[in-house]
T-cell receptor, first 115, second 108 residues
Framework: DAGVIQSPRHEVTEMGQEVTLRCKPI?????LFWYRQTMMRGLELLIY????????DSGMPEDRFSAKMPNASFSTLKIQPSEPRDSAVYFC?????????????FGPGTRLTVL | KNEVEQSPQNLTAQEGEFITINCSYS?????LHWLQQHPGGGIVSLFM???GKKKHGRLIATINIQEKHSSLHITASHPRDSAVYIC??????????FGTGTRLQVFP
């Protein structure tokens, strides 16, 4: 199993540009999570999907952030327009979400730098 | 006040030492995650447990649901164990609530 795949691994962009982060969850997993990690705030949940449906997006900072999951094997997190304060590592995680076992498996992360 | 408290925040050890990292939480939970984040940034799931004890190699995790406390032990520590260890629990909407992490450095 390849694990959770994220791309790109690193992204450097200028303020105002659109940024799209991509995630492929582990095959067979039906829940997908987007997290952001910064030194100041640690790991924060942005949004999660169950069976491709967004369940809780209360962690999405503002309207500049949007996430989609068009099918079970792909999700995107988009920031438009990007700002320097969006600089962080963005992790995608997936889980099988069975009763009593919601263990999450994390991707390698995308390190985003907005200049 | 963070809902998940870890101690210590920073820990240094000599190779071979027995390591204990503690995690306390304030609400009733059904399961707790231990995660490891290496200096390169990747996050690895170590354990998910809801009762008792689990062991994987040199790592042992225990949880006492009644006392709202979990511990992660590393036996015969090695420099490659140097990482940030994070405990997290699932809240009633299945969201992970993270601790602040314990930064471990093991010196040869």
């Amino acid at each position: 199993d390849a694990g959770v795949i994220q791309s790109p691994r690193h992204e450097v962009t200028e303020m105002g540009q659109e940024v799209t982060l991509r995630c492929k969850p582990i095959s067979g997993h039906n829940s997908l999570f987007w997290y952001r990690q910064t030194m100041m705030r640690g790991l924060e949940l942005l949004i999660y999907f169950n069976n491709n449906v967004p369940i809780d997006d209360s962690g999405m900072p503002e309207d500049r952030f949007s996430a989609k999951m068009p099918n079970a094997s792909f999700s995107t997190l988009k920031i438009q327009p990007s700002e320097p304060r969006d600089s962080a590592v963005y992790f995608c995680a997936s889980s099988r979400r069975l009763a009593g076992n919601n263990e999450q498996f994390f991707g390698p992360g995308t390190r985003l730098t907005v200049l | 006040k963070n809902e998940v408290e870890q101690s210590p925040q920073n820990l240094t050890a000599q190779e071979g030492e027995f390591i204990t990292i503690n995690c306390s939480y304030s609400v009733g939970i059904s399961a707790l995650h231990w995660l490891q984040q290496h200096p390169g940034g990747g996050i690895v799931s170590l354990f998910m447990l809801s009762s008792g004890k689990k062991k994987h190699g040199r790592l042992i995790a225990t949880i006492n649901i009644q006392e709202k406390h979990s511990s992660l032990h590393i036996t015969a520590s090695h420099p490659r164990d140097s990482a940030v260890y994070i405990c997290a629990y699932f809240n009633n909407t299945d969201k992970l609530i993270f601790g602040t992490g314990t930064r471990l450095q093991v010196f040869p």
